[in-house]
């Protein structure tokens, strides 16, 4: 056998090898990032519901209702009388 | 013997190859007969399925972003092996009292589930975070929890005959939850995944369909003006002991609705307040004979005729008149009126004889101008379109009537659309509730210097006229009172109520520079007067009152305010002249 050969053969096995766990590295890698999108878009999801559930805490708080009503019992505000008004003109 | 110098290496090969096949046979048989169970156990427990991603309702916010429907997911139980539930009743009586139930209810629903792999319990739909904990702790078999959504409606009852409700599954079932659901639901998403035997997620192979998140939609709505006006309507309807009501805040500078009130009303967040005259949106779906209200248009198209001018003398002695078999009445003898004078005092008789004039065709069209007989177009579902004949139709008892308010019906968005045309000097602008739609506008602006005149007039109503408790200190109103009789005839006959009223108040404010078109409706008042300028009209000055506050409009009518303003601007003046020297500031 012609060392030509023997040196094709020695790189065709090397490169064999090589791709073999070139291959089994990048499925790895794609499985890992596969599974760390898969907790990102949980994690993505989790905060929405959270932000969500925020929103209509927000919305119960914040509402009209609700101020007035703290306004009026709590702070015992009151709106002043129309003539004791006094208008400025901007 | 064999001789070893004989056996070359293929032999050698051949007979490796034997020894391997030999036991991986051995193993096929042994998996195949000997550990069969564990291994059809254990793919029983680990299935490919596709599994449905559910995708969230789109929320809907008013013009200010704040969240009037908005979905976010709960844990559901579900009974997937009834048979392996209903042996711990210790612990479905414990279940029972977490859910706040009858044991005997939660038997009763899974009693004929029995084959199911699948099954709801009603009242364990939709539970929240801290009674799942409790109940997983009790270690029942047979259950397991999903993810569902469910709809919030934060502003509650305020705007539940506008938002509507969806159903258990998420469907929208009215109002604009119903009409705008293909934008709010989006698309649900398909995935094939792995699942354990108790129907957990285990990996995930391929998304098939990617979920489409419903989308968002915003409203027209201010709502606390919605507040404002839903608290002053149910203030009014529970004092006066009325049957329902509703108001409606029109912007009338570009048709957006600001506020729409319906009383009775109920709780979306709570279906068992559900009722089907509490879910019925009045602004939009109740046609209703607008009465003296609609005198204002009798007088633009008596100007528009030129047969009839601001100051023609009308006298209405002794305050009826008999025609044919009907007796009309005034409220009471006003004697000679002004064309003007009759819209002021709300003159029955005096808005007859207008009406007999001039051409029939002409108040016709501009009836017809401000949207009378024709739907808003607003894809509200069961949105009426109101009632007006063809003119040819009409006969003069019908022109009578007409004049009067009665033989037509409108609905109290299409007489606040009609108020807004005043306040336009005639160009009409449609309402709209969706913020992202464009403003239709009619192109042609039409009876521009009639309106001009009626605009004054209107404005007399609430400083001379019947609607003196609609005026705003501070601001000019416009408007016109309405007391409608209400109808109880039938196709065959006509017939009004003595009794039951229906008080109508429709203004404009400020009428200067106007920005808001307000129509308060409240249908049969027990109260001893009925009239709308003491039922409806006080409800508009509250609701306006606020309304302009909150919009931060300012006052167009302040001549008394502005002598207070110089007297205490003049003495802040001569205060502040003792201002540091500019040296001693650096």
């Known amino acids: 056998m012609s060392n030509f050969k023997i040196y094709t053969i020695g790189f065709l096995i090397i490169t064999n090898i090589a791709f073999s766990f070139g291959i089994v590295l990048i499925e790895h890698l794609t499985r890992s990032q596969h599974r760390q999108l898969q907790y990102f878009s949980n994690q993505k999801y989790e905060l929405r519901n959270e932000w969500k559930k925020a929103r209509i805490d927000q919305g119960i708080y914040a509402s009209y209702s609700k101020i007035e009503e703290n306004a009026k019992i709590s702070l015992k505000m009151f709106l002043p009388k129309n003539r004791k008004l006094i208008y400025i003109d901007d | ?586």
């Open chain 2, 1 to 586: 013997m064999i001789n070893l110098k004989n056996i070359n290496r293929s032999d050698i090969v051949i007979f490796a190859m034997l020894i391997a096949a030999t036991i991986i046979l051995f193993r096929c048989i042994n998996l195949q007969y000997k550990d069969t169970k564990k291994y059809s156990n254990l793919i029983e427990d680990r299935e490919i399925k596709s599994h449905i991603i559910k995708t969230s309702r789109g929320t809907i916010v008013d013009r200010n972003n704040n969240i009037l429907a908005e979905s976010i997911p709960m844990n559901s139980l579900i009974v997937t092996d009834t048979t392996e539930f209903f042996q711990d009743k210790v612990a479905i009586e414990k279940l029972a009292t977490i859910l706040n139930v009858k044991t005997e209810s939660i038997y009763k629903e899974l009693k004929n589930k029995e084959n199911k792999k699948f099954s709801y319990i009603r009242s364990a739909r939709h539970i929240p975070i801290k009674k799942v904990k409790k109940i997983r702790n009790l270690n029942l078999s047979g259950i397991t929890f999903i993810k569902e959504y469910k709809r919030y409606y934060p502003e509650g009852e305020v705007l539940a005959s506008l938002i509507g409700m969806t159903d258990f599954d998420h469907n929208g079932q009215m109002c604009i939850e119903l009409s705008f659901d293909k934008i709010l639901k989006g698309r649900d998403g398909k995935k094939i995944v792995v699942k354990d035997k108790n129907g957990k997620i285990v990996d995930e192979i391929e998304q098939v369909i990617t979920p489409q998140e419903g989308k968002e939609l915003k409203l027209t709505i201010d709502t606390r003006l919605q507040y404002v006006a839903y608290r002053e309507l149910k203030k009014q309807i529970i004092s006066s002991k009325a049957a329902s009501g509703s108001v409606v805040i029109l912007d009338t500078t570009n048709g957006e609705i600001l506020a729409s009130a319906s009383y009775p009303s109920f709780d979306p967040n709570n279906r068992s307040t559900y009722t089907h005259e509490g879910a019925r949106n009045r602004v939009i779906i109740d046609a209703l004979e607008p009465a003296s209200t609609i005198k204002p248009f009798l007088l633009a198209a008596a100007l528009h005729s030129k047969k009839v001018n601001l100051n023609d003398i009308y006298d209405t002695t002794p305050g009826y008149k008999r025609i044919g078999n009907k007796i009309y009445r005034d409220y009471k003898n006003y004697g000679r009126l002004t064309t003007e004078e009759v819209i002021i005092n709300s003159s029955n008789l005096g808005s007859i004889m207008i009406s007999e004039k001039f051409n029939k065709k002409i108040f016709y069209e501009l009836l017809e101008h401000i949207g009378v007989g024709e739907k808003v177009n607003l894809n509200f579902p069961s949105e009426v379109e109101g009632a007006l004949k063809h003119y040819s139709e009409w006969k003069n008892s019908d022109v009578r009537s007409l004049a009067m308010g009665y033989a037509f019906k409108v609905t109290p968005l299409q007489l606040a659309k009609a108020y807004s045309v005043i306040a336009n000097d005639g160009l009409v602008i449609n309402p709209k509730f969706v913020k992202s739609e464009n403003t239709q506008i009619h192109e042609e602006k039409k009876y521009e210097n009639e309106f001009k005149q009626v605009k004054k007039v209107i404005k007399r109503v609430i400083e001379d006229g019947t609607a003196k408790r609609a005026a705003i200190e501070g601001y000019t109103v416009g408007g016109k009172t309405g007391t409608a009789r209400l109808y109880t005839g039938n196709q065959k006959k006509d017939k009004y109520s003595n009794k039951e009223h229906i008080s109508l108040f429709a203004g404009i404010t400020p009428l200067d520079k106007p920005k808001l078109a307000i129509v308060v409706i409240v249908n049969q008042p027990k109260t001893k007067v009925h009239f709308g300028g003491y039922v409806a009209a006080p409800v508009f000055k509250k609701i306006a009152t606020d309304s302009l506050r909150i919009l931060n409009i300012s006052p167009d009518n302040i001549s008394d305010h502005k002598k207070q303003v110089s007297n205490k601007i003049e003495k802040i003046s001569n205060y502040s002249l003792k201002t540091p020297e500019v040296a001693n500031v650096f």
